[in-house]
């Protein structure tokens, strides 16, 4: 049912209520049985246990686990057919040290997740609200958790509204519903019955769940809670949109399931080679061979998919996470980290994210001159240019602030804190900054003596407000409104310090709120009469609200912060369009949107939500990447915007702050929440948080997903290299090797699965890990949004297979060379096992950049300096411990050995960086 268009008896006959009693306990107790509390519907928290074993369905995870049903089938068939326990046991080493890595990466990827969600729990508001209510009529504080609809509640200056009302009665009330409208100044309440068809922004006898009193007071009668509210129906929309995989996670899991293609190709191909090889050399296949090929098949299998990937992958998110952390971001899933990094769309909300949801004077006209206001915000500081004498315009401040109930205080903190209706309170900190205060007027002192006789309360049918003062035996009407409102009953103007018809001086009133308006101020104006005593106290409110005399107008704004031009700039410089959407006004966003930088052009167009209304998808999908300013839209539109962008094959943030942003922002590829001003629907909706509310916040968040992105390349690159070279050495050995060299038989590998798993996770991943801190290239900022559609490995096949391959043939050899010396298989195995280790050691300070090693000097990331030398001396280690030499099958060696493995593997690196370097090649080697 609809209340705004039924009368105040017909709402409450039809919600079975009195108006001077309330609900009766009993109905309100029953009327909470069928509705259930005053909440919106939260989503089910994942429990912990779920969440730890999320991690268990990525595909490397899947092919790290059938790598151990592989091992242990081999320990299996060792044990009960072969009674070989020392390789049996081997192949229980391999399961047990890949099911180690499984748990690592499925703790990493738990704690980073638990840990933002509590981050967002702690700053979620934790007190309960209360609210005045009437029931079995007497008025108490009801716990807002149990409102049903049909109470009655009143509601003062700085009260939330907890549910739908419809008003009763009210006095002066206005309400910011900016959460619902965007809209940042107050809207005056009323109690008419209103059309069928009014839009939710008009209902002004209604008031909305979410919303705050900024001005006067009101009793209403609830008539929705919880999910049934306008707020309600608004996050009710957050059910039909799924959250976006993002990019990250787009081409990690594309990469990783070719992988897994790529990975049992070889492992099928080498199981069935080294079976034909034993067929075709002795005429039968040998049963007893299985185990030997089976633990080549694992080595291969986990030399073939880069394992530590997730590993890694979180931490270097994880990195990216506490980067934003610093810079006041707080992102709730990992992967969003490097979404940001791809981003070339950032649409935007005006009120409270682009501004500072603060109306403000920025320029006033008063006695024939034009003043400007410096200073935003509640602060009552700033200049008023130019500097004259203030009786050029102290006529008009002090009438501003005596017609005016708003006021400003400090709070513990010490921060001025606004109470009132946000255009007065603006009136007021103009006034402050001229140092005139409504308390310092009505003093007593021996000068002057003003009393407040009259309160005419605003309505929105006059749009006016009146007082009437008493300054010592004199009586004034004082009187504010819409310029043309106040232009009509006036007769008189005040210019250079006289007082002259205004018949003349229409057209120049006129011309100065154009021009105010012109530069998104809003205008307001003021002016004052002189009354005789009897008129003062008996006169009706239209006989005291004429005959007046202009005295100014003020130009009011919510200002843009400070910081947004800049980052604003930076942005495009990156290649990030910024689109501003809002439900505010078409000429004050294109304004706001010229000031900052969003748009070159002063009548640049705006589209409007009733012409997005009139559109067809594919007709606004043809507009949406030339339009850069959208008005008056609402929640719907906001969607139908992200998604048009998203069909250009955009990659699109969304920020904002109230409750009407939190569906395009979980249709967005990326969410961007205000953390103290935004509602909890909306940081519930969004991916990432900003505990300063600043948009800058969203252009360093930018600069980390890019860096974070560059560091993932490099990872990978550096892991998929190390990969190439240990298949390649595996299957040169199934491939070449057909017959026993010296002490070594043709069936063992080149490399232990171990020995592998070593690589992967300690000399490979630590370093690759430590690539996570590296700082940004110079130009990070300067580079186009990357193209999401295309492979994580663009640009960068070439060099990981001449790398990897220069790389594993090089470890073949040295284990060829250990063979045809006579060493045994550990000691072939080890010197195999040390050339890659360090192969790749070399290899990762090349891996730091797109270019070459020699383009970034090799010690500023302590860390990777760190890293590489724990790597290097673990790995020496492992080859002399015994416990390593039993488990891994590793052996000792003699220095001069050591020596050879730990610098001749440097010369590919060095080598194929030099000629890149001589013949200016970027990407091939």
Do not use: C
Request: hydrophobic share 45%; aromatic share 8%.
């Amino acid at each position: 049912m609809k209340y705004f268009d039924k009368s105040t008896k017909e709402v409450l006959h039809h919600l079975k209520v009195e108006r001077t009693e309330g609900l009766s306990t009993k109905a309100a107790k029953r009327r909470l049985e069928k509705v259930g509390p005053n909440q919106l519907r939260q989503a089910e928290p994942v429990s912990k246990v779920k969440l730890f074993f999320s991690s268990f369905k990525e595909p490397i995870i899947i092919v790290l686990m059938v790598a151990i049903v592989l091992a242990l089938l081999s320990a299996l068939y060792d044990f009960r057919v072969t009674q070989d326990y020392n390789h049996g046991m081997a192949a229980i080493y391999e399961a047990i040290a890949i099911m180690i890595l499984i748990f690592v990466n499925a703790f990493i990827s738990f704690y980073q997740a638990n840990s933002a969600q509590k981050s967002l729990d702690a700053l979620q508001e934790m007190a309960h609200h209360h609210i005045h209510t009437l029931r079995d009529g007497n008025w108490e504080d009801l716990d807002t958790s149990k409102l049903v609809p049909g109470d009655i509640i009143s509601v003062k200056m700085g009260d939330f509204i907890e549910g739908d009302v419809r008003w009763l009665k009210v006095s002066e009330l206005q309400v910011n519903e900016s959460h619902l409208t965007g809209e940042a100044d107050g809207i005056s309440k009323a109690t008419d019955v209103l059309a069928s068809d009014t839009d939710l922004g008009d209902r002004t006898n209604m008031g909305f769940s979410g919303s705050t009193v900024v001005n006067g007071s009101g009793i209403g009668v609830v008539v929705a809670t919880g999910m049934q509210t306008e707020l309600g129906k608004i996050a009710d929309l957050l059910q039909g949109e799924k959250q976006q995989k993002t990019p990250i996670e787009r081409n990690v899991n594309a990469l990783t399931k070719k992988l897994m293609y790529v990975a049992g190709a070889i492992v099928l191909f080498t199981i069935l080679f080294d079976i034909g090889k034993e067929f075709f050399r002795t005429g039968t296949i040998n049963i007893g061979k299985l185990p030997e090929i089976l633990s080549g098949a694992i080595a291969l299998a986990v030399a073939s998919i880069p394992d530590a990937m997730p590993v890694v992958l979180s931490i270097v998110l994880t990195i990216g996470a506490t980067i934003l952390a610093r810079n006041n971001g707080l992102i709730k899933n990992l992967s969003s980290v490097e979404t940001l990094g791809a981003t070339s769309y950032i649409a935007s909300d005006k009120t409270g994210t682009l501004t500072k949801n603060q109306m403000t004077v920025t320029r006033f006209w008063a006695n024939n001159a034009t003043f400007q206001v410096e200073g935003n915000g509640y602060e009552p500081l700033g200049d008023i240019i130019p500097v004259t004498n203030d009786a050029d315009y102290r006529a008009f401040l002090e009438a501003a602030v005596l017609d005016n109930e708003a006021e400003i205080m400090r709070d513990e903190d010490q921060k001025w804190q606004p109470y009132g209706n946000p255009t007065d309170v603006s009136l007021v900190v103009l006034a402050a900054k001229a140092g005139i205060t409504r308390s310092d007027l009505l003093e007593k002192n021996d000068d002057r003596d003003i009393d407040v006789v009259r309160v005419l309360p605003f309505d929105s049918t006059r749009k006016m407000m009146s007082v009437v003062i008493q300054e010592q035996d004199r009586y004034f009407v004082i009187t504010k409104g819409a310029p043309d409102v106040i232009l009509a009953k006036s007769e008189k103007i005040q210019l250079d310090d006289e007082y002259r018809d205004i018949a003349r001086y229409r057209k120049k009133v006129d011309s100065k709120v154009l021009e105010f308006a012109n530069n998104a101020l809003r205008t307001l104006a003021v002016s004052k009469r002189e009354v005789d005593a009897q008129t003062a106290h008996k006169a009706t409110v239209a006989e005291l609200e004429q005959q007046l005399t202009f005295l100014g107008i003020a130009g009011i704004i919510d200002p843009p912060r400070e910081e947004v031009q800049d980052s604003v700039e930076i942005l495009h410089d990156a290649g990030v369009q910024v689109v501003m959407i809002t439900g505010d006004h078409a000429a004050t966003a294109r304004a706001i949107a010229y000031q900052l930088g969003i748009v070159d052009d002063k009548h640049a167009s705006v589209i409007e939500g009733k012409e997005i209304e009139a559109m067809t998808n594919d007709e606004l999908f043809e507009e949406v990447q030339q339009t850069y300013v959208y008005a008056r839209v609402s929640p719907e539109h906001k969607q139908r915007i992200i998604k048009q962008l998203q069909r250009h094959g955009e990659v699109v943030a969304m920020t904002g702050d109230g409750i009407n942003d939190a569906p395009a922002l979980r249709a967005a590829d990326i969410g961007v929440a205000m953390g103290i001003n935004g509602t909890e629907v909306t940081k519930d909706a969004a991916d990432l948080v900003l505990l300063d509310d600043k948009f800058t916040t969203i252009e360093k968040s930018v600069q980390a997903g890019r860096r974070i992105f560059a560091n993932i390349r490099n990872f990978i690159r550096q892991e998929l290299i190390t990969n190439v070279a240990e298949v390649l050495a595996l299957v040169l050995s199934v491939v070449l090797i057909s017959a026993p060299i010296g002490n070594i038989q043709e069936t063992t590998p080149t490399l232990t699965a171990l020995m592998v798993l070593w690589v992967n996770m300690i000399s490979d991943s630590l370093p690759s890990f430590a690539l996570g801190f590296d700082e940004p290239e110079a130009d990070l900022m300067r580079q186009k949004p990357r193209n999401t559609k295309a492979s994580i490995l663009d640009g960068m096949l070439v060099r990981i297979f001449i790398r990897g391959a220069v790389m594993g043939i090089m470890v073949f050899l040295a284990f060829v060379w250990a063979a045809r010396n006579g060493m045994g298989i550990p000691e072939a195995q080890t010197i195999a096992f040390l050339t890659l280790v360090f192969g790749q050691l070399w290899h990762v300070f090349d891996a730091r950049t797109e270019n070459t090693l020699f383009s970034r000097p090799p010690f500023e990331n302590g860390r990777l300096n760190l890293a590489v030398a724990f790597a290097a001396v673990s790995s020496i280690f492992v080859t002399l411990l015994p416990f390593f030499n039993n488990v891994m099958g590793t052996a000792p060696l003699s220095m001069n050995l050591y020596l050879a493995v730990i610098f001749l593997p440097a010369i590919p690196t060095f080598l194929l960086s030099g000629i890149k370097v001589i013949f200016k090649i970027k990407n091939a080697l």
